[in-house]
C-alpha cells in the first residue's frame, strides 16, 4: 500500500513521524536509489526505501515499550555528530532498536520511554496526548517570589504556556525541591519557566508521565512496561 514516507518510517521502529520528517528533509532517505522529499509516497511492498543506506523492515518484529533512567550526560539521540553520550548506549541490551519518545536534555535526569512502535510513539507525543509530565526540580533563589511567579501567566517562544501546578516538598539551606507538573513539552521548558521566575536549577528529574512512574529504577537502568502501563499510556 502506498503511504507517505515518514508514516513508513515509523511503522518501521526506526524514528517518530516528525523525526522522520527531519531525515528526509535531511537527503538522509532514499527510495530506489533517488534522494526522496518530504512529501513523497512509496510503497514498501514494491519499493527500495532506505535510510541512510539501511533498507527499512515494512514487517517489525515484536514491539517494545520501556523506560529508560536516563542519567545527566547522555543525549536524548540515537547518535550524535559531537561524539557525546546517548541514550543509545544505555539500551543497547535490548532486542529491538528502540528510540527516544520525546527528550531530557543533556543536564536533565529520570523518566524517558523508548519504543519501536512509531504509533505508539505517536500517540504520545501528539499535542493531543496531554498527559501530565511531573518533574522534581532542585532550585535556589527566591522561592515564595519563584513560585507566586511560576503560577503566572508565561509566555515561551512567543506562546502561552499552561499554569503548572507547583508543590515546594522540601526547604534545606539556600536549596529547595518543587515538584512541577506541566502538560506541554516544549524545549528545556521547566528550566526556561524557572529562569523566568528568577529561579535557578541545580537538578531536573522527571519522575512521571502521565500514569507511569519512575519508582526506584536505578540510573542508566531499562525495564520493560507492562501491558497495564501501555494500555494507559493508550488511553485505554
Known amino acids: 500500500m502506498v ?31 533517488a ?18 543506506g539501511k ?25 550524535d555528530e559531537k561524539g557525546r553520550r546517548t541514550v543509545a548506549e544505555l539500551v543497547a541490551d535490548v532486542p529491538a532498536r528502540v528510540y527516544p519518545v520525546g527528550r531530557l536534555d543533556l543536564s536533565s535526569e529520570g523518566l524517558l520511554l523508548m519504543t519501536n512502535d512509531g504509533d505508539f510513539a505517536n500517540l504520545v507525543t501528539h ?6 509530565k511531573v518533574y522534581r526540580v532542585l532550585v535556589t533563589g527566591d522561592i515564595a517570589a519563584g513560585v507566586k511567579r511560576l503560577l503566572e501567566p508565561m509566555e515561551l517562544d512567543g506562546e502561552p504556556v499552561r499554569k503548572p501546578k507547583v508543590a515546594l516538598l522540601r526547604r534545606e539551606g539556600a536549596l529547595s525541591t518543587l515538584e512541577i507538573t506541566i502538560h506541554e513539552g516544549k524545549n528545556r521548558q521547566i528550566r526556561r519557566m524557572c529562569d523566568l521566575a528568577g ?20 540510573r542508566g537502568h531499562w525495564r520493560e512496561l507492562t501491558e497495564a502501563e501501555v494500555r494507559a499510556l493508550r488511553g485505554k
Open 3 to 33: 503511504e507517505r514516507l515518514q508514516k513508513l518510517i515509523s511503522a518501521a521502529g526506526i524514528a517518530s513521524r516528525r523525526a522522520a520528517e527531519e531525515m528526509i528533509a535531511a537527503g538522509r532517505v532514499t527510495v530506489n536509489g
Open 35 to 52: 534522494v526522496a522529499g518530504l512529501g513523497d509516497k512509496a510503497d514498501p511492498e514494491t519499493d527500495d526505501i532506505r535510510v541512510d
Open 55 to 79: 533498507a527499512i523492515d515494512s514487517k517489525p518484529g515484536r514491539r517494545y515499550y520501556i523506560m529508560l533512567h536516563k542519567p545527566v550526560g547522555y543525549v536524548t539521540t540515537m547518535s
Open 127 to 132: 499535542p493531543s496526548f496531554e498527559k501530565e
Open 199 to 218: 529561579l535557578t536549577v541545580k537538578r531536573l528529574t522527571r519522575v512521571r508521565v502521565g500514569p507511569v512512574a519512575l519508582g526506584k529504577l536505578p
